[in-house]
C-alpha cells in the first residue's frame, strides 16, 4: 500500500521568505500525487496535483511542486509566502487503480511578521 | 456552486446515542469520500461511493458505523453506538473524475 511522509511537523517563515516543504511517498509504481491546504476549522483545499508528464506543477495560491522520482520525493514550494499562508498542508498519493488518497501527517506552516 | 456542504458543523451526544452525519457533494460529482480526521491517526478514508454504490469500505472501523447514499445528492454516515474514541472531525469530499477531491468543512463530533 502507498504511504506519505511529512518529515517537518512545524515550520515557521518570515513573510516574503521562500517556503519548502518536504514530501516523500512509498509506492512501487507511478504515483498520483497532491498537496492539500487546511486552514483553521476548515476543510482540505486541493493546491495542486501530479499524474504524469512535467515533472514542475503550478498550482494555486502561487505554488509549485516538483515529482522527483529518484528521491520518491513531491516537495512543495512558494517564492515569497503571505501571512495568509499560514495553515496546515498535506501531502497525499494515490495509486492510480482507485481513488484512495493516502495522507501525510500535516506540516503546520506559521508565518512571522 | 456552493461546494459540499456537511451538516451539522458541530455535534456533541453523549455515549450509546445514535449520530447521523450528513452531505451533499457537488451537483455531478460522481464519486463521494467519508474521511476521519484525528490527531492521533491523521486522515483516513472510511469509505467511498462511485455513482451511489459503495466501493470501498475497509475503513469502517467496525459495526457501528454505516454509510448510505440514498441518491446522487445526499449520503449520511451513522455512528451507533456512538463512544467516546469516535469523537473526531469528518469530511465528506466528492469528485467528478475519482481524484482532485472538494472537501466539506466538516462535522466535529464530541461523544461524552
Known amino acids: 500500500a502507498q504511504s506519505v511522509t511529512q518529515p517537518d511537523i512545524h515550520i515557521t517563515v518570515s513573510e516574503g521568505a521562500s517556503l519548502e516543504l518536504r514530501c516523500n511517498y512509498s509506492y512501487g509504481a507511478t504515483p498520483y500525487l497532491f498537496w492539500y491546504v487546511q486552514s483553521p476549522g476548515q476543510g482540505l483545499q486541493l493546491l495542486l496535483k501530479y499524474f504524469s508528464g512535467d515533472t514542475l506543477v503550478q498550482g494555486i495560491k502561487g505554488f509549485e511542486a516538483e515529482f522527483k522520482r529518484s528521491q520518491s520525493s513531491f516537495n512543495l514550494r512558494k517564492p515569497s509566502v503571505h501571512w495568509s499562508d499560514a495553515a496546515e498542508y498535506f501531502c497525499?498519493?494515490?495509486?492510480?487503480?482507485?481513488?484512495?488518497?493516502?495522507f501525510g501527517a500535516g506540516t503546520t506552516v506559521t508565518v512571522r511578521a | 456552486d456552493a461546494g459540499v456542504i456537511q451538516s451539522p458543523r458541530h455535534e456533541v451526544t453523549e455515549m450509546g446515542q445514535e449520530v447521523t452525519l450528513r452531505c451533499k457533494p457537488i451537483?455531478?460529482?460522481?464519486?463521494l469520500f467519508w474521511y476521519r480526521q484525528t490527531m492521533m491517526r491523521g486522515l483516513e478514508l472510511l469509505i467511498y461511493f462511485n455513482n451511489n454504490v459503495p466501493i470501498d469500505d475497509s475503513g469502517m472501523p467496525e459495526d457501528r458505523f454505516s454509510a448510505k447514499m440514498p441518491n446522487a445528492s445526499f449520503s449520511t454516515l451513522k455512528i451507533q453506538p456512538s463512544e467516546p474514541r469516535d469523537s473526531a472531525v469528518y469530511f465528506c469530499?466528492?469528485?467528478?473524475?475519482?481524484?482532485?477531491?472538494?472537501f466539506g468543512s466538516g462535522t466535529r463530533l464530541t461523544v461524552v
Open positions: 497525499a498519493v494515490g495509486a492510480g487503480h482507485d481513488y484512495k488518497l493516502s
Open positions: 451537483s455531478g460529482h460522481d464519486y
Open positions: 469530499a466528492s469528485s467528478l473524475d475519482g481524484y482532485g477531491y472538494t
